[in-house]
């Protein structure tokens, strides 16, 4: 079975809370080759773990979170993807894709994922929107931040915002 996992982040700041999400795409089938389909796809992809042996790959969009104003973009690029790769996904032998959300937060914990054509448009592929949340320290979402190349001017811009 072939499961298409997508993991999107992004980080969300007013005046009471943080909220960082993060989206991985993981591919997964019984007879799907993943080398073979990263070499085939012509979008930059930030591969996270291949593994050929299990006929699994992780992808995701490289380099960035998806962050307040760019977010909509951040989450478009997703929903782009899995739309320009579907059938080629299918070709490879993807047998399930599920598009899996991490939620960090620090403070109260709100947050809308990609608005309602988006999810009208994903929803067309089958996908499924699996989600685990968690409590972060103001530490730990810097350290998340700085492990994605956010530079620590860049950080300290967003903590700005944090009562």
């Not at 962050?67 to 790769?85: G, P, S, T």
């Not at 972060?136 to 931040?145: G, P, T, W, Y």
């Amino acid at each position: 079975m072939l499961v298409l996992l997508l993991e999107i982040t992004f980080l969300n700041l007013n005046s009471y809370c943080m909220v960082v999400l993060k989206l991985t795409l993981d591919l997964y089938g019984k007879s799907f080759i993943p080398t073979k389909l990263v070499e085939l796809i012509n979008d930059k992809i930030l591969v996270n773990y291949l593994d050929s042996s299990n006929n699994f790959v992780s992808l995701e969009k490289p380099f960035t979170l998806g962050i307040n104003q760019d977010l909509l973009a951040y989450e478009m690029w997703y929903v782009d993807f899995i739309n320009k790769y579907h059938t080629m996904l299918l070709d490879f032998g993807v047998e399930r894709i599920d598009l899996f959300i991490n939620v960090f937060f620090h403070g109260q914990c709100n947050f809308e994922i990609f608005t309602n054509k988006m999810l009208r448009d994903l929803s067309k592929q089958n996908i499924s929107l699996p989600i685990s949340i968690f409590k972060l320290s103001q530490a730990e979402i810097k350290s998340l931040l700085s492990d994605y190349k956010y530079s620590d001017s860049q950080i300290k811009y967003y903590f700005e915002e944090e009562p």
